[in-house]
């Protein structure tokens, strides 16, 4: 099995900063596309922005300029560097995987519990 924990939500007003953590864990093979996706009340899930084994990032156009991924893959780890924040931007965070167990196998989508981020005055 494979787990994903999320940390460093939290309150803060407009305006300021939180960093994300997704931490992967279990039995891993091969991580590749690695993805933090949110979901307000009342809304879809939605992407955020995703990085692959290699690097190549995508953001959605609203958070561009806003925020930044980064992975470090010897700690299985991934982060979300969120500046600028708006109130648009509440919602529970979703940490997101492509995970293989095995050499061969096709990836395997697997979820963290989610964080909560609030932006509010």
């Known amino acids: 099995q494979v787990q994903l924990v999320e940390s460093g939500g939290g309150l803060v007003q407009p305006g300021g900063s939180l960093r994300l953590s997704c931490a992967a864990s279990?039995?891993?093979?091969?991580?590749?596309?690695m993805a933090w996706y949110r979901q307000a009340p009342g809304k879809q899930q939605e992407l955020v922005a995703s990085?692959?084994?290699?690097?190549?990032?995508n953001y959605a156009d609203s958070v561009k300029g806003r925020f930044t991924i980064s992975r470090d893959n010897a700690k299985n780890t991934i982060y979300l560097q969120m500046n600028s924040l708006k109130p648009a931007d509440t919602a529970v965070y979703y940490c997101?995987?492509?995970?293989?167990?095995?050499?061969?196998?096709?990836?395997?989508?697997?979820w963290g519990q989610g964080t909560q981020v609030t932006i509010s005055s």
């Open positions: 990085i692959t084994n290699t690097g190549t990032t």
């Open positions: 997101n995987a492509e995970v293989t167990q095995a050499r061969g196998l096709v990836p395997y989508d697997y």
């Open positions: 279990g039995s891993i093979f091969t991580i590749y596309t």
